[in-house]
Structures are given as C-alpha cells and as structure tokens.
C-alpha cells in the first residue's frame, strides 16, 4: 500500500512538472523563431522560460525524486530486497506492481464514489468500526469543501478579468488584455486544480477504475489556496461585512471539525450524538451518501 501511495503521487508530480517544462520549452521555442535563431536567452520572454525550465527540473523533478528514492533505502539494506545495480531493479519492480494495481483495479467497493461527486464530498470512507460507539470515517469538513467550489469561481474571475475574449467568424478565439503576476499566480492554482482533478473523469469512463475520494486530495490543497484567498479577500475589505463573513466562516469551520471529530478519531460519544450522524442532511438525488 506504501508503494501504491508513494507512486500514485509521484505521477501527479511527474505529470504536472512535466506539463510546466513543455510550455517553458514551447516558450523558449517560440522566442527562438521570433528572434530569428540568436539571442534567444537575452530577451526578458526568454529568461524567464529558462527559469521555469530550470526551476521545475530541480525543485520538481530532481529534489522531489531524490526524496522519494530515499525511502526505499530501509528496504534495501536488506539483501533479498536487493535487486540490479544499486536495488533499482527492486524499486522498478515494485513501481510496475504500483501501475498495475491502479489500471487493472475495476472490482466494485461499497465506499467507492465517481470523480464528479468529490468536490462535495458526496461519498466518504467508513475505515473502522470498534466495539462501541467509536468509528473512523475518511470525511472532511463540509464547509472546507462546498465553500472551495464559489470560491474557485471567484479566483477564477480574479485571474481574468483584466483578460477579454470574443470569437471571431473564422472561429479563431481572440484573447487581448494583461495578465499581471498577481492574477497569474490565481490562474495557476486554477489549472492545478483542474488538472489534478478532471483526468480521472477520463480514467473513470474509459478504464472503468474503482476511484474514491482520497483520490481528490491533491486538488482540494490547490481548492483550499483558492478559499483562503476568498477569505483573505474579505477579511482586507475596508466594509465590515467582509471582516463578519470571514470571521464567521472561519468559526462555523472550526465548529464543524468539533462536531465530526469523533468520527475522524475514533473517539466515543453518547448515542444520541452518534445517531446525529447518520441524518439524511443531504437528499441522495444530489449524490450524497454518507451511511
């Protein structure tokens, strides 16, 4: 499972640093031609498409798989781990058992859910039942995760409202306006999101593969930078209506993790609590189902 894990993350990272090198290369390509062949480097565009090259080869390529190759090292102290050059062989093996566990796993699950229904959390995990009231659900706050969805719509249009588009009779799409660094920075956390989250859709329906939720936790971090933005927005406004709703989010949060905390630690509670849990707060038709 370690491994399954391990290697489930490193191909997101692999996948989105190496999206980053191709267009810093597309963008050094592209200065090249404009500069007829020479000085490419030279040119402000040029510079800062080395940099991203660079920079994503080091600090997402190079430090990233260090770290996780050095993970293995307490295995391979053991000989009958040890396999090829350097236990390479062995860390192979058992990336390729990784891939083939995550493309042939088409078995159904009771608490498997569809990737459309995790930016509401529609489906959670039950992990462990104890003898008493106590249980392990794999559920996160609600309000963390509905509140992401407008403010991910409101980062958006942060991002590009300095950006107009229309589309032209030849059904060439026009783009003209500025991206400054600032709203540059908010398209990114847009596209992380979106790229960590809508090819399992793609995964989903062509491969048949049993997702859960867990599986959306890479795009709900690039979720939550969108919401603490929205609330950092508020908080800054010069109303005091802003400073309130802030405020009164981030406490209804913090209410919120209390009320389902014995369900994310195993803590036991009366029974007339744990009965509270398993309302139908939510009808089924929107794809909620936390029994």
Known sequence: MRCRQESHAGWLLVSMAGGSIVAGVAGLVKQRMQAGGTGTLLTPQGKTCLEIVLVVAVFFIIVPGSVFLSTYIPMLWHAEYRGGFLGIGSIIHLNRQAYDFHSNLDQPHPYSST?????????PIFFYLGSDESKIYSLGNPLIFWASLPALAFVLWQALRYVGARVEASRILLLWGRLPTRQAALLFVILSYLGLWLPWAIQQET?????FIYHYLPALSFAILALSYTVDWLW????????????GYLLA????FAYFYPHLSALEVPRWLERTYYWDWLPNWLGFNWH
Do not use: F
């Open 253 to 256: 949060v913090a209410v919120t």
């Open 207 to 211: 491969g048949g593969r049993v997702l």
């Open 115 to 123: 990737w459309d229904v995790w930016p509401i959390m529609g489906r």
């Open 236 to 247: 800054r406004r010069e109303e005091q209506w802003g400073k309130y709703l802030a405020g």
